[in-house]
């Protein structure tokens, strides 16, 4: 098994933990302040999924980003707030 395949088992697995805890803790929402476990699952799935080399990675879009910014705000607000919040 690969690193990365394991690294991608470990993010779902975290995630599925976090998500059975956030159910059983009252839901899904981005309103309130998150509890310390639930910075501490953000933080360890982000490092897991998220590859090194995207910090140096430039904004393909450039000046154009602006457009795709509220493109991307008003997707997040149908179909993504719901569950996440609305911030």
């Not at 993010?11 to 310390?36: C, I, Q």
């Amino acid at each position: 098994m690969t690193v990365r395949r394991l690294s991608s088992f470990v993010a779902v697995g975290l995630v599925f933990a976090a998500g059975v805890s956030a159910f059983l803790m009252g839901g899904f929402s981005a309103d309130s302040k998150p509890t310390k476990a639930e910075e501490k699952f953000a933080n360890l799935a982000k490092e897991v999924v998220i590859p090194l080399e995207a910090q140096a990675r430039q904004n393909p879009l450039g000046a154009a980003g602006a457009a795709a910014q509220q493109q991307g705000m008003e997707l997040y607000q149908q179909s993504c707030s719901v569950c996440h919040g609305s911030d």
